[in-house]
């Protein structure tokens, strides 16, 4: 059989193949004469399988001619001395165990299922339907089901006055090695008395930015996850919070649906521009009302301007009153709906919107032209598929338009550059944030 010294040098190979992560077990038995070693990836075995048939066989064998026969006797059993088959099996779940001159590979893959639920934060209507859970080893069975590769790198850590487990997820031989130093620093640097979910780690690496758009992606989609790592990014998972942490995460990130990935390429650019116009009607609608209403009403067609005048002759205030009066109205609509139940949340927002439009047009407090443009600003924020970055977009508009008051079309303008300098000065672990269309970070 394989020599103590020879046990040790391929155990050490493996451990040093699948990066020294910590979810790589290596076992020792001993039995009055006869001994073995095994080693196995925790988060994608099964324990009980690990305990019934390897562990317990062990002790009540005789020798191990006896106990090379009792688990050859299972279908799920390979002999190898191939070091490349070995790995390739003990990615797939199978548990290497020492035998004479070969190493006997004995499947206990463990696949969590039942326990999966879909995700209720980023749907899609096509691809995977589970999401992370609030364990941490559920979380990593789920990883490391859908990303079988032996570079894939995972550092536990432990965060707060309790200890949280905390894992770290890479690729090792694609990551972002700029962004992981700067995550390391951060690290090191956070207080011990500081929160353990995975919102207090969050706000606290993303600090240092100042800024009111996230540089870190929240995620509960174990694809995005796994999108992401292929990507060379980093990943980050708490026990306790059924989201994951993504950086570097840029501007694009935001933009971006799973949905893209399993949809024809045409198809998937063809919604992103549809985000981005989403994104540009929401953000400058309101103030180019108010502007070309209050300062340059010229720039509409004659029939137009007098349309909107006309619907505006009982409207007893300014045009940017009206605006910010029914912006305020959709805000407290949007958020009382998420704090209702699921069921009746989309029914009395939608009845509520309705009915108050129609009530304050009727009443002569607002134009019908004002309930046209609120209602096309709140559906167009809808389609920024990243909630984080849809709370940025809808406090971005603000400032635009309290601009436009001032300065007409001008201010509108002068906003719109200098939020785009505001923006292209972030930087998410080192990445410019308008870094758009990048698909891969360079890894030096």
Same mark, same amino acid.
């Given at each position: 059989m394989f020599s103590e010294e020879e046990t040790l040098k391929i155990a050490s190979w493996l451990k040093d193949t699948l990066q020294n992560s910590f979810d790589i077990a290596f076992r020792h038995l001993e039995s009055h004469e006869i001994k073995t070693d095994f080693l196995y990836i925790t988060s994608i075995c099964d324990p009980l399988i690990i305990k019934?048939?390897?562990?317990?066989?062990?002790?009540?064998?005789?020798?191990?001619?006896?106990?090379?026969?009792?688990?050859?006797?299972?279908?799920?059993?390979?002999?190898?001395?191939?070091?490349?088959?070995?790995?390739?099996?003990?990615?797939q779940g199978a548990v290497a165990i020492f035998l004479d001159n070969t190493v006997l590979l004995f499947d206990a893959e463990y696949f969590?299922?039942?326990?999966?639920?879909?995700s209720q934060i980023e749907t899609v209507i096509q691809g995977p339907k589970d999401s992370l859970r609030e364990k941490l080893d559920t979380n990593l069975n789920i990883i490391r089901q859908r990303y079988s590769k032996k570079s894939l790198k995972i550092e536990l850590r432990q965060f707060g006055t309790l200890n949280t487990p905390t894992a770290i997820i890479y690729d090792n031989s694609i990551v972002n090695n700029e962004a992981l130093n700067e995550l390391q620093i951060c690290l090191q640097k956070l207080p011990k008395e500081y929160g353990e979910?995975?919102?207090?780690?969050?706000?606290?690496?993303?600090?240092?930015?100042?800024?009111?758009?996230?540089t870190i992606l929240l995620t509960d989609r174990p694809d995005r996850i796994v999108t992401s790592l292929n990507e060379g990014k980093i990943s980050i998972i708490i026990e306790g919070s059924p989201f994951a942490m993504i950086?570097?995460?840029?501007?694009?990130?935001f933009m971006s649906s799973m949905e893209d990935v399993y949809q024809l390429p045409s198809i998937s650019k063809s919604l992103l521009i549809l985000r981005y116009l989403g994104l540009f009607i929401a953000v400058t609608l309101p103030g180019f009302y108010v502007g070309i209403t209050s300062y340059n009403p010229e720039l509409f067609k004659f029939q137009l301007a007098l349309s909107i005048a006309g619907n505006r002759v009982s409207v007893p205030y300014s045009s940017f009153i009206e605006v910010i009066c029914m912006l305020l109205m959709t805000?407290?609509?949007?958020?009382?709906?998420?704090r209702l139940p699921k069921m009746v949340g989309p029914a009395a927002t939608t009845v509520g919107g309705l009915i108050i439009g129609q009530a304050a047009s009727e009443a002569g407090l607002i134009s019908n032209i004002m309930v046209i443009i609120v209602s096309a600003v709140a559906i167009?924020?809808?389609? *920024?598929?990243?909630?984080?970055?849809?709370?940025?977009?809808? +406090? %971005?508009?603000?400032? @635009?338009? !309290?601009?436009? *008051?001032?300065?007409?079309?001008?201010?509108?303008?002068?906003? +719109? %550059?200098?939020?785009? @300098?505001? !923006?292209?000065? *972030?930087?998410?672990?080192?990445?410019?944030?308008?870094?758009?269309f990048s698909k891969k970070f360079p890894t030096k």
């Open positions: 019934k048939n390897i562990i317990t066989s062990f002790f009540r064998s005789k020798d191990l001619q006896e106990y090379r026969n009792y688990l050859i006797s299972f279908d799920k059993s390979l002999e190898s001395t191939d070091r490349q088959v070995i790995l390739n099996k003990l990615l969590l299922e039942s326990s999966i639920t879909a979910p995975v919102q207090h780690l969050h706000k606290y690496l993303m600090k240092h930015n100042s800024s009111i758009f996230p950086l570097p995460s840029v501007f694009f990130d805000e407290i609509l949007s958020e009382s709906s998420s167009s924020t809808f389609l *920024i598929p990243v909630n984080s970055f849809n709370y940025s977009i809808r +406090i %971005i508009k603000y400032p @635009l338009l !309290i601009l436009s *008051i001032f300065f007409g079309l001008n201010g509108i303008i002068v906003g +719109i %550059i200098a939020v785009t @300098l505001y !923006i292209s000065n *972030i930087r998410s672990f080192g990445r410019p944030y308008l870094q758009l």
